[in-house]
């Protein structure tokens, strides 16, 4: 008995939270990411922190094109 | 010719017609059993398949090993005892020839996982990397490449610098801004039991099979749609022309694509078509699943076992 409550109780978890994306706007966010880094005085760091986004951008896409 | 000889050409040409539209049809697939959920709301960042049947391991992005048991219909979770670099993600899973277990510890450390979750060796990695496979005793690297076109995957043992180019794979040019390219130049490798290791870009129907010594072919699939560079980037749940490839031991290449979702279940992680090839790569067969399938955990000739959208264990037959 107890078993057959487990095993529905499962069931409705994993209907309840039914798997879904959320990890929209890479875009937006390597946009938000970029505006920030122009903001940066120091060149090098300007340009370091633009390779950052870039970084963030490809590691939130990921997700999207090669995760499971 | 007579009349009534004429009618049965005609209609013998019709029922030719309709045959050779429906081979090219999705037919459903049925789902033979099912056991589960094994894994609830969260993302599946790597897979390690054992030869045999020995069980599947997941790990999700949650952080837990999942041991898959098939025959037994059984899963068990470990939680992995060790903190992200950097509050990245662990990403790949690879299950050496010797037995020991690999993952991507954010993208600059290799770290060794034992399956009870716990955390081994780690080694730091110079350059940044994406992805990690096993292949024998070698691990299969991604690295990270804004720079292309370059060797799309590397391979090295545990310890050594992942220098040594494997297969002919090479990352495009594209005219598009360099993390979309880089993002686009991203590479997955899916399982292969018969010699030769499917691995593809995220925008392609193609595949690139590569054997240990790495050599390599290019198989272009037929059935599968193929997705514009800005949809994959800009969507929330692109559709991916193919999200996994399990190439069984007898040589039957199954393919997993994003199809077309049911309306109300778009929202779903996971495929709703399921192709068959040759090895040689002819279309046997596409169908549509009833449920979404996630990942192939297991093939032979005449059917798989997926990992469901909704976190459950299925087996789909013709």
């Keep these: 008995m107890k078993k057959i409550v487990l095993v529905g109780c499962l069931s409705v978890m994993a209907l309840v939270s039914a798997p879904r994306t ?5 875009t937006t966010r390597l946009a938000d990411c970029y505006v920030r880094s122009a903001k940066v005085d120091s060149f090098w760091y300007r340009w370091a922190s633009g390779l950052d986004c870039e970084l963030d951008y490809v590691e939130c896409a990921r997700v999207k094109l090669i995760g499971a | 010719m007579p009349t009534h000889r004429r009618h049965l050409f005609v209609l013998c040409l019709c029922v030719a017609a309709l045959a050779s539209c429906r081979a090219g049809q999705p037919r459903p697939y049925r789902i033979a059993g099912r056991f589960g959920p094994i894994v609830g709301n969260e993302l599946v960042t790597g897979r390690a398949v054992s030869p045999h049947d020995g069980p599947v391991l997941l790990l999700t992005g949650g ?55 716990s955390a081994g060796r780690a080694i730091p990695l110079r350059d940044p990397h994406v992805a990690l496979y096993g292949e024998g005793n070698r691990l299969l690297y991604d690295r990270l490449d804004f720079e292309p076109p370059a060797a799309a995957l590397t391979i090295g043992r545990p310890g050594e610098e992942p220098g040594t180019v494997w297969g002919t794979m090479r990352t495009r040019a594209l005219p598009l801004a360099r993390a979309s390219v880089a993002a686009l130049n991203l590479v997955s490798c899916g399982v292969g039991l018969a010699g030769e290791r499917p691995c593809w870009f995220p925008d392609e129907t193609a595949i690139t099979l590569t054997t240990s010594g790495g050599v390599s072919r290019r198989l272009e699939l037929a059935g599968l749609q193929r997705v514009a560079a800005e949809v994959l980037l800009t969507s929330d749940n692109p559709p991916r022309p193919i999200r996994d490839v399990y190439v069984e031991p007898g040589g039957t290449i199954w393919v997993l694509s994003s199809g077309t979702a049911d309306p109300g279940r778009r929202d779903w992680p996971g495929g709703w078509l399921l192709a068959q090839y040759s090895a040689g790569g002819r279309l046997v067969r596409t169908g549509r699943l009833p449920d979404s399938g996630r990942l192939i955990l297991r093939a032979d000739a005449a059917g798989c076992v997926l990992l469901s959208g909704r976190g ?5 037959r013709s």
Excluded: F, Y
């Excluded at chain 2, 999942?66 to 299950?95: C, K, N, Q, Y």
């Excluded at chain 2, 459950?312 to 789909?316: A, D, G, R, T």
């Design chain 2, 312 to 316: 459950e264990v299925i087996e789909v």
């Design chain 1, 22 to 26: 959320s990890l929209a706007g890479c």
């Design chain 2, 63 to 117: 952080r837990a090993l999942i041991s898959i048991d098939i025959p037994a219909r059984r899963a068990t979770r470990h939680p992995i005892d060790a903190e992200p670099a950097g509050g990245e993600t662990m990403w790949g899973l690879a299950r050496l020839a010797g037995g020991s277990l690999w993952t991507l510890n954010g993208r600059h450390q290799l770290l060794e996982l034992r399956e009870d979750g």
